[in-house]
């Protein structure tokens, strides 16, 4: 693997440039070499911990912890389809076998390129990604691939490694997993505009909501004003079991631990 | 009588190219912000904290309280970061949010970071969905473009810089000090507190961690003012909020709805549960929130009825099985999840989660004994309230739910030497080959 060339070292340099410290600019600077090179390679972790400065085994211990990061090749295609519960029961696990079967691989493995392949494809199976209305649910290099069956994973893989365009479910023609990692490392591709504002499950209730001519409540007349909650309220509304035992805690901001422990979990 | 849907958020998603800034601007959009900058600071805090809107990434710690918590007399830079890692199991409702309509979280982010006068804000949003990154990072441009960013904002002499910082793939960023250890770079793992992130959060400075669909309220509240806000949902759960129906219902989807909705109301709105088949068991707030039954289709679902119910309201991520679905099959998934997403910090979670699997991947096979029952409720308890952060304590929901719940089930599985289900009887699929 050659070194990183000059425009992605500049890039690199970018990307630390936009924040307070530039050590944050790592996770996106893994991206971009990936783009770059095709995966997570000992000169890009050299590059950006020297860009960084830090130690390359810094920046090798992010690059192990996070998933999206790859120290082997992927497919032109990363396919992932979703087997966490939800997806799986609704028909992921008989998807993800059906693929391994075709592209007679495991997972997080790369099916060989035949002969006359435009393109080689991937498959990993993935958590969920937020995409639970849809299931069960195939992401292709990021891109929702919405409501998919065994048959239709099989044509859309053969479709992909002949070269035939394909378009997200909910999203644009599909790009390179390379040319994603490049949009994730923050340089935008003019694909934003591809694809619709939502996909069907999305718009189940605004429908009815249309349908039957209901709204949020018009704007009142000014007047009485809810009462400002105490911080002991707060405490007693935090919707978590570890509230008490961790607001015993005398500092002022100990009222919201509890709940952000809870916060996005 | 407030309707039984409101869409505020969702009202935009149907509108064409609804995620640019002239469809936003055609909708009222961007004029919340004029608003903000005729209040003061305080004053928008205070107009948060009366609305009564309460944290929509699962906690609902009251956000306006949050707002306050941050020390004004701290020298450093404040930061707001907004939490779009939506990475939930069931919790789907910020990524189509931030896809139709990315210019109201934009908004938000302007009014919320004037309220708490940080300068500079961060919207963290996992790496796994390009193409709401590309909305999201279209957005923000447009705003620097349009002057909604940028120096001297709107004439009001505030100056906000956003970046859009795509994550890895790590469940665990959810958790907001795990969030801001990837915001600075590093391995997510989660911080200890205190000092909690309101008093020395990203890079040691005051920071604001607040959900996608917290700050995407903000607009609507300054707009039309905290009592309209409070008119909508329960005494204790003000608003609106997006219930994510998902699974073995007719019409799963979002569903935007005061808070104090039952899953009857919402299930009668998606035609109920597929093929006229048993509602058998669902969870409230995504996989980390106890399970529930067919037993509470009427309880409220606000903060307060679901954690009656002994379970937890969460993202509102109605994850709905009905009876051809094994309960065992299910909660063994999801404790593999929790086992590959613990970080690895705190011994209770990364042990006891391989430990969680080990036990139910054999009474899953029914190769166990009824003792594994009272083994996997006794690991539970040593990581219920052991572990360094809420990921060991959701693990163990699931489980101890479904125990409390469907114990003859797992007896089931021993008795029958395996799985009694047929598990291509639950594919989305399996309604197609009829008769019972």
């Known amino acids: ?265 | 009588m407030t309707d039984t849907l409101t869409p505020v958020l969702t009202d935009m998603w149907d509108v064409e190219r609804s995620w640019t800034l002239a469809a936003y601007e055609s909708k009222g959009g961007y004029q919340a912000l004029d608003k903000a900058f005729g209040m003061s600071q305080d004053d928008v805090i205070a107009a948060v904290k009366d609305s009564g809107l309460r944290g929509r990434g699962g906690a609902g710690f009251p956000t306006g309280m949050k707002w306050s918590f941050i020390p004004q007399d701290n020298p450093k830079p404040k930061y707001l970061v907004v939490n779009a890692d939506e990475s939930e199991p069931g919790t789907c409702k910020d990524i189509p949010l931030m896809m139709g309509n990315p210019h109201v979280l934009v908004e938000g982010v302007i009014i919320s970071s004037y309220a708490i006068r940080a300068n500079k804000a961060f919207i963290y949003i996992r790496g796994e969905v390009l193409h709401v990154i590309r909305r999201v990072q279209a957005a923000v441009a447009e705003a620097y473009a349009a002057g909604h960013l940028g120096k001297d904002i709107h004439g009001s002499g505030y100056d906000l810089d956003v970046v859009v910082h795509a994550g890895a793939g790590a469940y665990i960023c959810g958790e907001e000090t795990a969030l801001l250890e990837g915001l600075e770079g590093r391995r997510g793992q989660p911080r200890l507190r205190p000092p909690f992130p309101a008093v020395a959060g990203l890079y040691a400075s005051p920071t604001v961690i607040n959900n996608v669909e917290s700050i995407a309220s903000v607009p609507s509240i300054v707009a039309n003012g905290a009592q309209w806000f409070a008119s909508m949902g329960t005494e204790k759960s003000k608003g609106y909020g997006i219930f994510s129906l998902s699974g073995h219902v007719t019409k799963p989807g979002q569903y935007e709805a005061p808070l104090g909705i039952t899953l009857r109301e919402l299930l009668d709105l998606a035609g109920g549960i597929r093929g006229g088949r048993e509602l058998k068991f669902w969870t409230p707030g995504g996989s980390s929130t106890p399970l529930l039954t067919a037993d509470h289709l009427d309880i409220p679902l606000d903060f307060e009825g679901v954690g009656a119910a002994g379970s937890m309201l969460g993202t509102r991520a109605l994850q709905i099985f009905d009876d051809t679905v094994c309960v065992v099959r299910a909660v063994l998934r999801w404790t593999e999840f929790y086992k590959h997403e613990s970080c690895g910090k705190c011994t209770p979670c990364r042990e006891g989660t391989w430990w969680l699997v080990q036990t139910l991947a054999r009474l899953e096979k029914g190769q166990g004994t009824e003792a594994d029952l009272d083994t996997l409720l006794d690991q539970c308890d040593n990581i219920l309230g052991r572990s360094f952060c809420a990921l060991g304590d959701g693990a163990t929901s699931p489980i101890s739910s479904s125990i409390q719940y469907f114990r003859d089930e797992y007896l089931a599985h021993l008795t029958h030497g395996g799985c009694p289900f047929d598990a291509a009887r639950s594919t989305a699929w399996a309604g197609q080959e009829v008769t019972a």
């Open chain 1, 1 to 265: 693997m050659s070194a990183l060339d000059d425009k992605t070292m500049g890039e690199l340099r970018e990307i630390a440039g936009r924040y307070p410290e530039k050590r944050s600019g790592l996770l996106p600077m893994l991206h971009l070499v990936q783009s770059a090179q095709g995966k997570v390679t000992p000169e890009a972790i050299e590059a950006c911990a020297e860009i960084l400065e830090i130690s390359a085994a810094e920046v090798s211990g992010v690059a192990t912890f996070y998933t999206m990061y790859k120290r082997h090749g992927v497919g032109d295609f990363h396919v992932g389809v979703c087997t966490n519960t939800l997806c799986a029961v609704m028909g992921g696990d008989q998807i993800f076998e059906r693929l391994k079967q075709h592209l007679e691989i495991g997972n997080d493995e790369v099916a060989d390129k035949r002969q006359g392949d435009q393109y080689s494809v991937s498959l990993e199976h993935v958590e969920c990604n937020a995409a639970c209305d849809y299931a069960p649910v195939v992401m292709v290099n990021w891109e929702f691939m919405d409501n998919q069956t065994p048959e239709g994973a099989v044509q859309m893989v053969e479709s992909l490694r002949a070269g035939h365009d394909v378009r997200s479910t909910r999203g644009p023609k599909l790009c390179t997993w390379r040319e994603a990692e490049r949009v994730l490392a923050g340089f935008p591709d003019g694909r934003v505009d591809e694809g619709p504002s939502a996909g069907p499950a999305s718009l189940a209730g605004l429908e009815i909501a249309r349908e039957r001519g209901w709204t949020a409540p018009h704007v009142p007349a000014p007047g009485a004003i809810a009462p400002t909650p105490s911080k002991e309220s707060a405490v007693a509304e935090a919707d978590t079991s570890r509230a008490e035992s961790e607001t015993i805690d005398e500092s002022s901001s100990a009222d919201e631990s509890a709940a952000e422990k809870r916060e996005a979990q």
